[in-house]
C-alpha cells in the first residue's frame, strides 16, 4: 500500500485527543484541508477507550517503556534546506507512568486463551447498536425484540467515510449471538437481551454471585470499552451544546447517569437530588424533604437572595451549610455529591454557584445532571473526526512526525517531516504537547492524575436493576487531600461484560496512583480471594481486576512556557483532572478562534433538506424535556419514529 | 415556501370537500386527507370525511383487504400523533377505529400509551385514550394503577396520574354496600396520604398532590334527602327544603304530596316564583286540607327519584308546623372533608401545621389546614380558622374575594350550628364581615334576621326561602338590590339603613311582601331622589317608612 500523503495542506494535526479532533472537525468544517495524524494505532491518545486485550497491549507498551527501536527513519535533516530548521517531536510518549496491574480473579482451567493485541482494530468506533421497539404498527407484534443496529463502517486505514449505512440487523444480531455461543458455552450474554438470562444460577439459596474467572473477562475482553480518563458530560455543559450545534451528536449515543451516590460513615447510600429522587426517597423524613427542597431551590436563583448568604461569604461553604437547617446526611449530599467540593477550601459562593450548575443540569435527559456516551468516552474524540473527514479530512494513525519544518527567515513553521521522510506543508499546525520534546518542554512543570480502572462483580450499592451508571466522590479522610471521584458503569453502557461492573477512580495525585487510591478501593471492594468470610463483607462488591496508573495532566500548562515554537505552531493539551470537558472545549475554541478569528467555530452543517421548502415549520414539537437534543439532530431525518427521544437516550 | 405550502393545503381541502359532496366516497378521498391531515391532523371535518370513506369501504371490501386498510389507518394515525401527539382529532379517530375492529389489538395499544406518556407524562390525551383502552381490553385495576405509581414516581405534577388513582382506588376497595360509594379503607387511606405528604412537602407548590389530597379526604355526594317540611295554616302554603337545587316539574323530578295519606295534586313552585333549579319548593294548599275538623292532618312528601320522603304533622289550633333535620346531626357543613376517622384528620392536620411552619406562605397548606379544621370541629376551631383566613388573604391577595366568601360561608355555617343548640328562631349574623349569604335553605324557619354591619351587596333570590320571616335587620352593608325580599308572607319589619340603594325601583320585590308596615330606608342615596315619598305612598301603601 502507498503511503503517500498529499503533500499541500491548509492545517496540519498531530495527535487526535478531544481537542485536537474538535479543532480538526472546526477547521475542516470552515473549509481548511486538515491532515489528521497520530503515531499511535488508535483514536483518541490519552483519550482513548480499549478493550480489555486492548488495554494490556496498551499497557505493555508503556511497560517495554526502553524500546525505543527506531524502523527505518528517513533521515530528516536531508529534507530541509540550507534556510530552514528542524524542531525534532518526541519519539517516545511519556505520559503514562507507575502502571500497576492486579489480577484478584482465578486464573485456573482454560486458561489458554490468547491475549490478543486488539489495537488495530478499535470495536467501539464499528458498530453502535439502538436497541428501539418500533411502534410501526407493522411489526410491533411480531418483531417487539427486534433490533435495529446502524452500523458505521470505517476503513482501519485513511478517512473515514460518513455513508453510515443502517441495516436492518436481525441478522447481524443472530450471527452475533450466534458467535456468543461458540466462544462461551454456557452463557446466553447479549447487553440487549437481559430479559432472557438464565435462571439456573438464580435458584439456589443464599443466591450464589456469579463466579467470574480471568479467562472469562479475557474471552470476553471485547465488551470492554475501558477509558483511560473518566469524564461525564454535563447536560448543560460545553460539550454537549458543541454536539448539539455542530450535529456530531448523531454519530454518539449516550446514557443518562442514573445514581448520584455519597459515601457516609463507611456506607454508600443514594443522595436524591432531583425532585423526583427527593419525592420517591424512602429515607429521607418529609422535613427533610421540604428543607432539602427549600436549600435547592434557593440555590437554582441564590443570587437573587443575597440577604441569604451575604453574611456567610467569608466562610466555608461547609459553615454556611450548617446554618441551613440541614441535618448532616443533608450537607454531606449538598457537599460532597452536588456541589462536589471539598470541606476546606470552598467558599460559600463557589459552594452555591457549584451547587447551581449542578442543578441546571438537572431534568435536562433526565433525573441526574450528566450524561456517559455508549463505549465509552473515546466515543467523543472520535465522532469530531469523523465530522473531520466528512468535510474533507483526512486520517492517517501510525504516522509518526519526525519534526517541524521552521523557516529561519520568518520564524515560521512552513511544514512537516514524516517517518517516510515525506514533507507536508500546511500553514497551521496543532500539536499535541506529549509530541513535543524535551527540549522544547524544559521549563514545563505537569500535574499528574491518579487513576484506577477496577473490574469488580456487583454494583456498590445494589438495588433492583443491575443496569445503574453511578457517580460518587469519597471525601478525602484528612482535610486538605484530595477527593476521589469514582464512576461505575454497567454492562449497558457498553463498556463491560455482562455480571460485571467497570469502575473508574480519579483524583489528582500527591503520590503514585496506587498509593492515592488503594485505601478507597479497599473500603468500597474485598479482593476476590478473601470471599468466603463473613456476611458483612460479602454485602461489599468483588474485586477481580484492577490497574493502578498516573497520567500526565498538562491542563495547566501555558503555551508561553515552551521553548522555540513558532507562532503558528499550537499546542492542544492532554485531558484534565476534572469531571466534565468544559476545559477541552474552550481550549479546542479558543485556539481555533486564535487561528481563524473571522470563522465561526463549528455551525451546524448544512441540511440538505433545508434546500426544499418542506421542512421548517412541520417540526414535531418538543415533547418533553429529554428530547432537546433530538429536535436538532433529528431535523434532518424529519422525525421517522417517536423513539428518537429513547434512540439516543436510553435511561 | 409558506404560502406556496398553504395554497397547496387549501386547495387539497377544497378538492376532498367537492368529492365529498359528489359521493366519490374511495380511496382517492383517504389518500387526499392524509396528505392534509399528516401535515395538521386538527381538520375535524377531514377526520369525518375518512369515517364515512372507512364505513363504505367496510361493507364493500374483503376481509383481507379491510385488515390492510385498518393497518394503514393504523399506522397512519401514528405518524399523525408523531406530528401532534396532542391532537383531538386524531386520538378521537383511534377511539373510533378500535372500537369498531372485531378484534383490536388492545396490548398494542396500551403499549402506545405508554410509549406516548414516556415521552411526556402528561399528556391528557393520551391518559384517556389509555382509560378507553383499559375499559375495553378490561385491564385489572390493580395494572394500572401500578402504571400511575411509576409515572408518579417519574414527576409527581401529574394530575391525570393521580386522577386515574382516584378512579382505580375505590373499585380496587369497594366499599361495603352500606357505607359511603367511592371512599377508601383506613389503610389504603393512610398509605395514600402517605404517598401524597411526601409530594406536598418535597414540592408545596405543587397544585396536583394538594388537589389530590383533597380527594382522599372528602367524601362521597350527600344522599339526597328531604330536610326540613314546614305546613303554614294562615297562608295555606306547605314549603319543601331538598339536600340539593333541583327542578320540580312533570317532565323532571316529581314531587308526590300526601295529605292525611291521600294523594293530593298541587302546584309547586319556587320562593321567588322564577321556577328555577332550587333548593326549596312550596305549593298552596286547598283549604279542605287544612280545616279544624280533624284533632292533626299529617303531610307527606315524596320526592321519587331522590328515593327519599318526609312527614310533618299540623296540630289542630297550630297556625304551623314542621319537621327538619338537624344541621348538626346530618353534618351538614363538613362537606368539604370527610367525617371518617378523626384520627386520621388530626394527624393529617399536624403534618400540615408542620409543613406550614417551613413554608408560612405556602396558600394551599393554609387551606388544607382550615378545610381540615373544620372537618374536625367547625366551633372549636373557629377563632383559629379565622386567623388562617387572614394569613391566606395576605400570602394570595389574588383570591381575596374568593376566600371572604368562603369565610363568610363557614360562619354562617358556625351560626347555624349555634342556633340549633341553642333552640331558637332568632339569627344574629351582624358584625360578621359576610360578604355573601349562603345556605339559607337551611333558615326556613328563621322568624328574627339580623344582617347588620356587613358586607352584603345584594340581599339574594334565595332569601326568599324564609318564609317565617317577620324582622330583617340589615343595615349597614353595601346592599344594592332587594331581589330575595320577596313574596315573604309574614315580613313586617323592613330595616336597610346606610346601604346602597340608588334607584326607588329597587323597592319594587317589597310589594310582594303583603304584611310588611316598617321599612327603615335612612342613609341610602333613593332617599334623595325626587318623589320618593310619593313613589312609596303608591308602592307600599300601608308601609310606614322612614327616609331620614
Redesign the interface.
Known amino acids: 500500500m502507498d503511503n503517500r500523503l498529499p503533500t499541500e495542506f491548509d492545517v496540519v494535526v498531530i495527535g487526535t485527543g478531544l481537542p485536537e479532533s474538535i479543532l480538526a472537525a472546526a477547521c475542516s468544517r470552515s473549509g481548511q484541508r486538515v491532515l489528521h495524524l497520530d503515531s499511535r494505532s488508535y483514536y483518541g491518545g490519552n483519550w482513548a477507550s480499549f478493550s480489555f486485550s486492548g488495554l494490556l497491549s496498551w499497557l505493555k507498551e508503556y511497560q517495554q517503556n526502553s524500546d525505543i527501536g527506531e524502523e527505518s527513519t528517513a533521515a530528516w535533516q536531508d529534507m530541509i534546506h540550507e534556510t530552514e530548521e528542524g524542531i525534532t517531536l518526541r519519539k517516545k510518549d511519556e505520559t503514562i507512568q507507575h502502571t500497576e496491574v492486579f489480577c484478584y480473579a482465578s486464573q485456573d482451567v482454560d486458561g489458554n486463551i490468547e491475549e490478543t493485541d486488539d489495537l488495530q482494530k478499535n470495536p467501539s468506533w464499528v458498530a453502535s447498536s439502538t436497541l428501539i421497539?418500533p411502534?410501526?404498527?407493522?411489526c410491533?407484534?411480531e418483531e417487539m425484540h427486534s433490533l435495529y443496529v446502524s452500523s458505521y463502517e470505517v476503513p482501519a486505514k485513511g478517512t473515514p467515510e460518513n455513508n453510515g449505512e443502517v441495516t436492518d440487523t436481525a441478522e447481524t444480531l443472530v450471527k452475533e449471538e450466534y458467535c456468543g455461543y461458540k466462544t462461551y458455552k454456557h452463557r446466553v450474554s447479549d447487553g440487549a437481551k437481559d430479559e432472557i438470562k438464565p435462571i439456573l444460577e438464580d435458584n439456589s439459596d443464599p443466591p450464589k454471585r456469579n463466579r467470574i474467572t480471568y479467562s472469562q473477562i479475557v474471552e470476553e475482553g471485547r465488551r470492554f470499552n475501558i477509558d483511560l480518563v473518566s469524564k461525564l458530560l454535563y447536560s448543560q455543559g460545553l460539550l454537549i451544546d458543541l454536539l448539539i450545534k455542530s450535529n456530531v451528536s448523531r454519530y454518539a449515543e449516550f446514557k443518562n447517569v442514573t445514581r448520584i451516590l455519597a459515601f457516609r460513615e463507611g456506607k454508600v447510600e443514594q443522595v436524591p437530588c432531583s425532585?423526583?429522587d427527593?419525592?420517591?426517597s424512602k429515607e429521607l423524613t418529609?422535613?427533610e424533604?421540604?428543607?432539602l427542597?427549600?436549600f435547592l431551590t434557593f440555590c437554582l436563583d441564590y443570587e437573587q437572595h443575597p440577604d441569604e448568604y451575604q453574611a456567610f461569604t467569608q466562610c466555608s461553604f461547609s459553615e454556611y451549610l450548617k446554618t441551613k437547617k440541614l441535618t448532616p446526611s443533608l450537607q454531606h449530599f449538598v457537599l460532597h455529591s452536588i456541589a462536589m467540593m471539598s470541606e476546606s477550601s470552598c467558599t460559600t459562593i463557589e459552594g452555591l454557584k457549584a451547587t447551581k450548575n449542578f442543578l441546571q443540569c438537572l431534568g435536562k435527559f433526565g433525573n441526574t445532571p450528566f450524561l456517559f456516551p455508549l463505549y465509552g468516552q473515546g466515543e467523543i474524540p472520535q465522532c469530531f473526526c469523523r465530522m473531520c473527514a466528512v468535510f474533507g479530512g483526512i486520517y492517517c494513525l501510525r504516522h509518526k512526525v519526525q519534526c517541524l519544518v521552521v523557516d529561519k527567515e520568518s520564524g515560521r513553521c512552513k511544514a512537516i517531516i514524516d517517518h517516510l521522510g515525506q514533507r507536508i506543508n500546511a500553514k497551521y499546525f496543532i500539536v499535541e504537547d506529549s509530541y513535543l520534546s524535551e527540549e522544547t518542554c524544559s521549563n514545563v512543570q505537569y500535574e499528574q492524575i491518579s487513576r484506577a480502572v477496577l473490574i469488580t462483580d456487583q454494583s456498590i450499592l445494589k438495588t433492583d436493576s443491575d443496569q445503574q451508571i453511578s457517580i460518587l466522590i469519597v471525601p478525602p479522610v484528612e482535610p486538605g487531600a484530595c477527593a476521589v471521584r469514582v464512576t461505575e458503569l454497567c454492562s449497558s453502557t457498553m463498556t463491560c461484560m455482562k455480571d460485571t461492573c467497570l469502575v473508574h477512580l480519579t483524583c489528582s495525585s500527591s503520590k503514585t496512583a496506587r498509593e492515592d487510591l488503594e485505601s478507597v478501593v479497599k473500603k468500597l471492594f474485598t479482593p476476590y480471594a478473601e470471599t468466603e468470610i463473613d456476611k458483612e463483607e460479602l454485602a461489599k462488591p468483588r474485586l477481580l481486576w484492577a490497574l493502578y496508573f498516573n497520567m500526565r495532566d498538562s491542563s495547566g500548562v501555558s503555551r508561553s512556557s515552551y521553548n522555540g515554537l513558532p507562532s503558528n505552531v499550537y499546542v492542544c493539551t492532554g485531558p484534565d483532572c476534572g469531571l466534565g470537558n468544559e476545559h477541552a472545549v474552550k481550549q479546542a475554541e479558543t485556539l481555533f478562534k486564535e487561528i481563524f478569528p473571522s470563522e465561526e467555530f463549528c455551525p451546524p452543517p448544512p441540511n440538505p433538506e433545508d434546500v426544499f421548502?418542506?421542512g421548517d415549520?412541520?417540526q414535531?414539537?418538543p415533547?418533553?424535556a429529554n428530547?432537546i437534543i433530538i429536535a436538532q439532530l433529528e431535523s434532518s431525518e424529519g422525525?421517522k419514529?417517536?423513539?428518537s427521544?429513547?434512540k439516543h437516550l436510553q435511561n | 415556501?409558506?404560502e406556496?405550502?398553504l395554497r397547496v393545503r387549501l386547495l387539497g381541502s377544497i378538492s376532498a370537500f367537492y368529492q365529498r359532496q359528489a359521493g366519490e366516497l374511495d380511496e382517492s378521498v383517504l389518500e387526499l386527507t392524509s396528505q392534509i391531515l399528516g401535515?395538521n391532523p386538527d381538520f375535524a371535518t377531514l377526520w369525518n370525511c375518512r369515517r364515512e370513506v372507512l364505513q363504505r369501504l367496510e361493507v364493500q371490501k374483503s376481509p383481507e383487504e379491510l385488515a390492510a386498510l385498518v393497518?394503514a389507518e393504523?399506522?397512519f394515525l401514528?405518524s399523525c400523533?408523531?406530528?401532534?401527539?396532542k391532537s383531538y382529532g386524531t386520538w378521537h379517530h383511534r377511539c373510533w377505529l378500535l372500537g369498531r375492529l372485531p378484534e383490536a389489538?388492545w396490548?398494542?395499544e396500551l403499549?402506545?400509551c405508554a410509549?406516548?406518556l414516556?415521552?411526556?407524562?402528561r399528556n391528557f390525551h393520551c391518559w384517556d385514550y389509555r382509560r378507553f383502552v383499559a375499559a375495553q381490553a378490561a385491564v385489572p385495576p390493580a395494572e394500572e394503577l401500578a402504571f400511575t405509581d411509576s409515572l408518579i414516581?417519574?414527576?409527581?405534577s401529574n394530575y391525570s396520574s393521580w386522577h386515574y388513582r382516584s378512579c382505580l382506588l375505590p373499585q380496587l376497595h369497594p366499599q361495603p354496600d352500606s357505607g359511603p360509594q367511592g371512599r377508601l379503607p383506613e389503610d389504603v387511606l393512610l398509605k395514600e396520604l402517605e404517598l401524597v405528604?411526601?409530594?406536598f412537602?418535597?414540592?408545596?407548590n405543587d397544585q396536583s398532590a394538594w388537589f389530590y389530597h383533597r380527594w382522599l379526604l372528602g367524601r362521597a355526594d350527600p344522599q339526597d334527602a328531604l330536610h326540613c317540611l314546614h305546613v303554614s295554616r294562615d297562608e295555606a302554603c306547605l314549603t319543601v327544603s331538598f339536600s340539593r337545587p333541583l327542578l320540580v316539574g312533570s317532565r323532571t323530578e316529581t314531587l308526590l304530596l300526601l295529605v292525611d295519606e291521600s294523594p293530593l295534586a298541587v302546584a309547586w313552585r319556587t320562593p321567588d316564583g322564577r321556577n328555577r333549579p332550587s333548593h326549596v319548593w312550596l305549593c298552596d294548599l286547598p283549604a279542605t286540607s287544612l280545616n279544624d275538623q280533624l284533632p292533626q292532618h299529617t303531610f307527606r312528601v315524596i320526592w321519587t327519584a331522590g328515593g327519599a320522603q318526609k312527614e310533618c304533622v299540623l296540630l289542630k289550633g297550630r297556625q304551623e308546623g314542621w319537621c327538619r333535620d338537624s344541621a348538626t346531626d346530618e353534618q351538614l357543613f363538613r362537606c368539604e372533608l370527610s367525617v371518617e376517622k378523626s384520627t386520621v384528620l388530626q394527624s393529617e392536620l399536624e403534618?400540615c401545621k408542620?409543613?406550614q411552619e417551613?413554608?408560612p406562605e405556602n396558600k394551599w397548606c393554609l387551606l388544607t389546614i382550615i378545610l381540615l379544621m373544620r372537618a374536625l370541629d367547625p366551633l372549636q376551631y373557629e377563632k383559629e380558622t379565622l386567623q388562617y383566613f387572614q394569613t391566606l388573604k395576605a400570602v394570595d391577595p389574588m383570591r381575596a374575594a374568593y376566600l371572604d366568601d368562603l369565610r363568610s360561608k363557614f360562619l354562617l355555617e358556625n351560626s347555624v350550628l349555634k342556633m340549633e343548640y341553642a333552640e331558637v328562631r332568632v339569627l344574629h349574623l351582624g358584625h360578621k364581615d359576610l360578604t355573601v349569604l349562603c345556605h339559607l335553605e337551611q333558615l326556613l324557619l328563621i322568624t328574627h334576621l339580623d344582617l347588620s354591619h356587613n358586607r352584603l351587596r345584594a340581599l339574594p333570590p334565595a332569601l326568599a326561602a324564609l318564609r317565617c320571616l317577620e324582622v330583617l335587620q340589615a343595615n349597614d352593608n353595601t346592599i344594592e338590590s332587594l331581589d330575595g325580599v320577596t313574596n315573604l308572607p309574614r315580613l313586617q319589619e323592613l330595616f336597610l339603613c346606610n346601604n346602597r340603594l340608588q334607584q326607588p325601583a329597587v323597592l319594587q320585590p317589597l310589594a310582594s311582601c303583603p304584611r310588611l308596615v316598617l321599612l327603615n330606608l335612612q342613609g341610602n342615596p333613593l332617599c334623595q331622589a325626587v318623589g320618593i315619598s310619593e313613589h312609596l305612598a303608591e308602592l307600599l301603601p300601608s308601609v310606614r317608612s322612614s327616609l331620614t
Open positions: 421497539k411502534l410501526d404498527s407493522a410491533l407484534s425532585r423526583a427527593v419525592f420517591n418529609v422535613v424533604k421540604r428543607m427542597m427549600k421548502f418542506d415549520d412541520k414535531p414539537e415533547l418533553g428530547t422525525s419514529n417517536l423513539e427521544s429513547e | 415556501g409558506q406556496l405550502r401535515a393497518k393504523l399506522g401514528e400523533l408523531r406530528v401532534n401527539p389489538n396490548a398494542r403499549e402506545l410509549r406516548f414516556e415521552v411526556d407524562e414516581t417519574r414527576n409527581f405528604q411526601n409530594a412537602f418535597t414540592d408545596p403534618s408542620e409543613l417551613l413554608e
